[in-house]
């Protein structure tokens, strides 16, 4: 069975397996955390088309209950010697980085095979994932089990890849999204007058810009050591000592820096070029953002209806630059 059409069964079976959330709130039995979040979810979607200004639709008006289980399984894959990722060609989407299972042993079989080839791989379960509006998106029942702030943050994420999206430049899409999902937590509870929580995000919105930062200093770290001119197996033993010396100075530094505990485990998870790579198209290019963000007065409507026309240059991050460097936000 090709590719296509086992990636078409399994959306299928979300199609035809998920329930409208009106039906799932009638049942008595619903426990009340999963009741509260469920309302949760339509005060976030009213959010992000009314204040957000993202696009509206019916994402996130059904459920999808997986059982335990991650929605997808996500496979990237680097050369051993560059941060350049093994690309995988798609109808609409275009160019991806990486390419997405709903069987795991799907996933496991094209990084085996990768693998043989030669290639840096990783594989990791998606929690979320958007059909970047082909399809309604459903909340998915792990969704339910996140914290308030991730709940905003995933849902904002997701509802950004529909409003803008930029075919084969996945590295600006992510960030984007993580901006929009991070900076529209904090208007949410803002508006909410949730304390709580707000302080919550703000401390997730600040971890996510110093994890950046500390993955750009490794990233061109590594890129330098790729354009040296020594054999390959020298290369291998080199990066190793990389990877090494920035897992201490993640401990002895980074870490210290950080609100949360979310990222603590890269202080000694281990680092290959797939990883990296993933690591990078996240939170490489927060900044760019958050400095747009700033030239719109720290409006996060104005800073998307801004995206909105910067998509459409030829070159949206040079765009994003130019506007900041004129001090002209979108009016």
Not at 209 to 223: D, P, Y
Request: some cysteine.
């Amino acid at each position: 069975m090709g590719y296509y059409l086992k990636a078409g069964y399994g959306q299928a079976k979300i199609v035809f397996g998920k329930q409208d959330i009106a039906t799932v709130l009638e049942d008595p039995k619903l426990d009340p955390e999963r009741r509260r979040k469920l309302l949760l979810v339509e005060e976030i979607r009213q959010f992000a088309f009314n204040e957000v200004g993202l696009t509206e639709n019916d994402n996130y008006t059904t459920f999808y209950d997986l059982k335990g289980k991650p929605i997808t399984y996500t496979v990237v894959a680097c050369r051993k010697d560059s941060l350049d990722p093994y690309i995988w060609s798609f109808p609409i989407v275009g160019d991806l980085p990486y390419i997405g299972f709903f069987d795991p042993k799907d996933a496991k079989e094209e990084a085996l095979r990768l693998k043989k080839e030669g290639y840096d791989v990783v594989v990791w379960p998606a929690s979320a994932y958007s059909t970047l509006g082909w399809f309604s998106d459903p909340v998915l029942s792990n969704m339910l089990d996140y914290s308030d702030v991730d709940l905003v943050d995933v849902l904002l994420h997701e509802q950004t890849h529909v409003t803008v999206y930029i075919e084969n430049d996945i590295t600006f899409n992510e960030n984007l999204a993580t901006f929009v999902g991070y900076a529209g937590s904090l208007e949410f509870f803002k508006q909410r007058g949730d304390s709580k929580n707000l302080k919550a995000a703000m401390d997730q919105k600040h971890d996510k810009i110093i994890v950046g930062q500390f993955t750009e200093q490794l990233v061109n770290e590594i890129k330098a050591l790729y354009k040296k001119d020594m054999t390959f197996d020298k290369k291998l033993i080199e990066r190793e000592k990389v990877f090494a010396r920035a897992r201490l100075r993640f401990r002895k530094t980074t870490m210290r820096k950080l609100k949360t505990k979310n990222f603590d485990y890269l202080g000694s998870r281990q680092y290959n070029n797939a990883i990296l790579s993933t690591m990078s198209i996240y939170n490489k290019e927060i900044d760019n953002f958050e400095a747009l963000y700033k030239t719109c007065g720290s409006d996060i409507r104005k800073t998307v209806l801004a995206l909105k026309e910067i998509s459409k240059a030829p070159d949206p991050k040079a765009a994003i630059k130019q506007m900041v460097e004129d001090a002209k936000p979108y009016p």
